[in-house]
């Protein structure tokens, strides 16, 4: 009852965190304790005191302790924002948060909506947070130490503008497996020592800005691809906002390589660059090529779902261009999130084994995913699959349908439920109903099929045996809908 006998007596509440601050949410809730009655106290214990308003603690309305009311359940969606925005710098963010679910406590859904004021603020923050996350993924440079006992091997520094360390970090625990590094910024700092990971507290940036002896290559070779001919400065200073230039070490490479290019680099650049190129030649047959889709960077610029934040990159599909039968998985997992190319993880090693025994060449077939991008949940140190969302499917179909115009297969293999979803377009399409009944839809057949990761996990051997033959008859299946139109399985 600490915050609520705190409020009710006029004093602040000092918050540091999230957690503490939704403990004493959920006590000034129980009773009813309005947003403007209630003294924050900002980050660190030692800034000014926010609230809605100046409080007079005399004139504060009583409040009884003795009638706590049970809390509403908070959705989780509400709560995964709030627990967002309370990472933005923002001076009155305890304040501003209890606002918001005092508000919702109170019947008002719209504090949510991006067309209430109080909403709008609240998405505004989680955006600037996600970006600050996104932008510290890309921009942190690690340099490497040289070897000491218990030391760090990599060490990072870095100024965020937001407080998104914590989430930061997991995200490199994630990648860097049993590699220990350590990131300085100036409020905190975390050391990973390969097993486990320490709050260090602040650093100078000094104690993290050591030399490293792959600087000077990786230097030497940004220099060596930097074209002039082909620079847009402008293109340059937006794509990467300048702060983050000092902590890149090409950082301080990049002005006086574009004040090159501004004296004359860029025409000689071009005439030798150009001069230089011996033509090209292609060593492999045109329709054997990779189809013409959307040029690789707009699906990796895409924004279209949330899926892109926590994705090493979009997924597109392979195969030939004109692929007679399109098999569509869905969503690239762990290894094909890192590889950047679909099935190549253990459920592609089972699919190339089914389509073998169905007489199907991998290299004929079009492979696919109804999301691009790879969703996941930390388990320990494992990045654990988590199915798509219909909004994540429904957001993705945008890409599903550009490689459907351009390879146009006339039959589609529908990997698991997800995939028949998105290929069908309705959300109540169940794929047990639908095993060996191939349906007509879009001018092509479909067919649905078990997804291979099913398969694996299926634990009985003989219910395993039984569902690899349904995939197998499946594909089987295809081939004969194309020899009935009077083809081979592929071309
Ligand atoms: N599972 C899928 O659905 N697609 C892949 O690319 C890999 C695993």
Redesign the pocket.
């Known amino acids: 009852m600490n915050a609520a006998v705190a409020a009710a007596a006029g004093q602040p509440l000092l918050v540091q965190a999230f957690a503490e601050w939704r403990e004493a949410a959920r006590e000034l809730l129980a009773f009813d304790i309005a947003p403007h009655s209630v003294k924050w106290l900002a980050h660190g214990g030692g800034g000014d005191l926010f609230s809605d308003a100046p409080v007079d603690a005399a004139a504060l309305p009583a409040i009884d302790l003795r009638q706590a009311r049970p809390t509403l359940h908070l959705p989780r969606t509400l709560m995964d924002m709030l627990q967002s925005a309370a990472c933005c710098r923002v001076a009155d963010r305890w304040a501003f948060l209890y606002r918001v679910v005092w508000r919702w406590q109170h019947g008002e859904q719209v504090v949510l909506s991006a067309a209430d004021e109080d909403g709008a603020r609240l998405h505004a923050m989680v955006k600037a947070v996600r970006r600050e996350e996104h932008d510290m993924h890309a921009y942190i440079r690690f340099r490497e130490r040289p070897e000491a006992d218990g030391a760090p091997r990599f060490v990072a520094w870095f100024e965020p503008a937001h407080d998104v360390l914590p989430q930061v970090a997991q995200h490199f625990v994630s990648r860097m497996g049993r590699i220990s590094w350590m990131i300085a910024t100036p409020d905190a700092s975390v050391l990973w020592d390969g097993e486990a990971l320490h709050n260090t507290g602040p650093l100078m940036r000094s104690a993290a800005a050591l030399d490293d002896t792959g600087e000077a290559l990786w230097l030497t070779y940004y220099r060596s691809i930097f074209n002039p001919a082909r620079l847009n400065a402008k293109l340059l200073a937006s794509h990467i906002p300048s702060r983050f230039w000092r902590h890149l070490p090409e950082g301080a490479a990049v002005p006086a390589m574009v004040s090159q290019a501004g004296a004359g680099a860029r025409r000689s650049g071009q005439a030798e660059a150009v001069g230089q190129r011996r033509g090209s030649t292609i060593p492999i047959a045109a329709d054997q090529a990779q189809p013409p889709r959307a040029a690789a960077s707009t699906l990796q610029q895409c924004r279209r779902c949330e899926l892109w934040q926590h994705a090493t990159q979009a997924?597109g599909g392979a195969g030939p261009a004109h692929a007679r039968i399109m098999l569509v998985?869905?969503?690239?997992?762990d290894q094909?999130d890192v590889a950047g190319a679909?099935?190549v993880?253990p459920?592609?090693q089972l699919l190339d084994r089914v389509l073998g025994e169905a007489g199907l060449d991998r290299r004929k077939v079009y492979l696919t995913?109804a999301v691009k991008h790879f969703k996941w949940t930390p388990r320990g140190k494992r990045r654990l699959h988590k199915t798509p969302a219909q909004r994540e499917i429904d957001a993705c179909g945008y890409w599903l349908d550009q490689e459907l115009v351009q390879v146009k297969p006339e039959v589609i293999v529908a990997?698991?439920s997800t995939a028949l979803k998105a290929v069908l377009g309705s959300g109540e399409v169940a794929l047990k109903d639908s095993l060996g009944k191939p349906v007509r839809h879009g001018g092509r057949w479909v067919v649905a099929v078990y997804?291979p990761?099913y398969v694996l996990r299926v634990p009985d051997e003989a219910a395993k045996a039984q569902a690899r033959a349904v995939m197998v008859d499946g594909l089987r299946l295809a081939q004969r809908l194309l020899a009935g139109d009077g083809g081979h399985a592929g071309r």
Do not use: I, Y
């Open positions: 997924v998985g869905e969503q690239p997992g094909e679909p099935f993880g459920a592609g995913n990997l698991g997804h990761s």
